[in-house]
């Protein structure tokens, strides 16, 4: 019985191994796919029982041999021909405002350009003001927390020294309890939105809306380029604004051919070909540079497209500009000169601001004498805008109060000691 199993086991290896394997061709589905590739080899496989089994193949894109990679246009003119197209639109709006503030009113240009600032900064100003506002006293609230997290740190790095075994003297026990206070003190901040760069948050969203308003002015005036137009037309245009100031007679103008003396000369923008920017800027407005500014000025400046004479102007700016940085404590000024060394509880947002203090201070000093040459317009502009924001810091200061700081205890007042239950016996029975 064993032996004829193993006769039968034989016979059947025997005609498998007598099997033919054949290698047929793909086919015409399977060619079409691999069409780009090598062509791939189907293996048939006969048994038996006359039945073809094919090795399955699986569906290819047609993609080409060579591998080609992906390539993003990674230009940036798009995005500054948009940019330049914004700031177009946007500098034609404070015009458009200015001029309509000018011919509702049908004040002079002296009394309009204050108006102009004034509209602006109750759009901006004011309701930023209002919110730094509240984020302060909202602050001030949190300063017996932030007192109350410097003691504790100081007894959480105690109890854990004395758990280490090694208890931190000196400067090591410092640095470890300002670590812990700056770090419970982000803790605080984010959860009741005081974070540090609310302070200066809203003054940066302030700053693109006054720079549109002084930009539109400077056009109007026939004032050199600023920071916008060398930015869009290229550093040349100035140069090429002023000759055609000096052959039309009026800064910042380009003479038009057929202007007579009855016809207002209009100003346009000088494109250099330099900047490639011709295709996009040709297709934008020009500006009207207004001549009534020359006759509608006041006091010693009667022309406004030009310098003040007498260089007041300039100077009276920089004061204004100083008395918005400068602070009204005597221990603030003294940290302002470095005269006093700044506490060790302060944060980095503290000590960052006390450093942007100080570089406004310069840059409010040095700003009369650098703009000395601008046109009286823009000083104008200027002057009453800083003197705005003076203004509207002081009346929501006033209208609104910071809440009253709780102090720390300072133990000098005379401790109050109650009785003890025991001394408290009745008159009579003292007697």
């Known amino acids: 019985m064993a032996a004829s199993i193993m006769r039968a086991v034989a016979q059947l290896r025997v005609g498998h191994a007598r099997l033919p394997l054949q290698i047929s061709t793909p086919s015409p589905i399977s060619r079409r796919c691999y069409s780009s590739f090598l062509r791939p080899l189907t293996l048939t496989y006969n048994n ?40 177009h639109t946007l500098l034609s709006a404070s015009q458009t405002l200015l001029t309509t503030i000018h011919s509702t009113t049908g004040t002079p240009w002296y009394v309009s350009i204050p108006l102009f600032a004034l509209t602006l900064g109750l759009l901006t100003r004011v309701p930023t003001t209002i919110y730094s506002r509240r984020v302060l006293a909202r602050r001030v609230r949190l300063f017996p927390l932030g007192m ?27 640095e470890m309890v300002k670590v812990a206070v700056q770090r419970e003190g982000k803790l605080r901040a984010r959860r009741w939105e005081v974070q540090g760069w609310k302070d200066w948050a809203p003054a940066l969203m302030v700053f693109p809306v006054w720079v549109v308003g002084i930009e539109g002015l400077r056009r109007m005036c026939g004032g050199p380029k600023g920071v916008l137009g060398a930015l869009i037309y290229g550093p040349d245009a100035g140069k090429a604004v002023g000759e055609g100031a000096a052959a039309g007679g009026v800064a910042g103008q380009v003479p038009v051919p057929g202007a007579t003396a009855t016809a207002p000369v209009v100003g346009v923008d000088v494109v250099s070909p330099a900047t490639g920017q011709e295709g996009i800027l040709g297709a934008l407005p020009t500006y009207v540079a207004e001549p009534s500014m020359a006759t509608e000025g006041c006091l010693w400046f ?32 003294r940290q302002l000169l470095g005269l006093e060394t700044p506490p060790e509880t302060w944060t980095g947002n503290t000590k960052w601001r006390l450093r942007m203090q100080r570089a406004l201070f310069v840059v409010a000093l040095a700003i009369g004498p650098l703009t000395i040459n601008l046109p009286a317009a823009l000083h104008l502009y200027w002057i009453t805008s800083a003197t705005l924001t003076k203004l509207y810091t002081t009346v929501i200061s006033k209208l609104m109060p910071l809440p009253q700081n709780v102090r720390p205890a300072t133990r000098e007042g005379m401790p109050l000691v109650m009785p003890t239950r025991d001394d408290k016996t009745k008159p009579d029975e003292k007697r």
Request: glycine fraction near 6%; charged fraction near 15%.
């Open 48 to 87: 038996n029982t006359g039945t073809t089994t094919k090795r399955p193949t699986l569906p290819h894109r047609n993609l080409p041999f060579q591998h080609q990679p992906h390539h993003r246009p990674f230009s940036l003119q798009p995005l500054i021909d948009t940019a330049t197209t914004a700031s």
């Open 148 to 174: 109350a997290s410097v003691a504790r740190a100081h007894a959480d790095v105690a109890a854990a020294a004395r758990g280490g075994g090694s208890r931190p003297r000196g400067a090591q026990l410092q």
């Open 302 to 333: 009667p022309d406004l497209t030009v310098a003040d004479p007498l260089h007041v102007l300039p100077f009276v700016l920089s004061a204004m500009l100083l008395l918005n940085v400068v602070p009204r404590t005597q221990m603030a000024w």
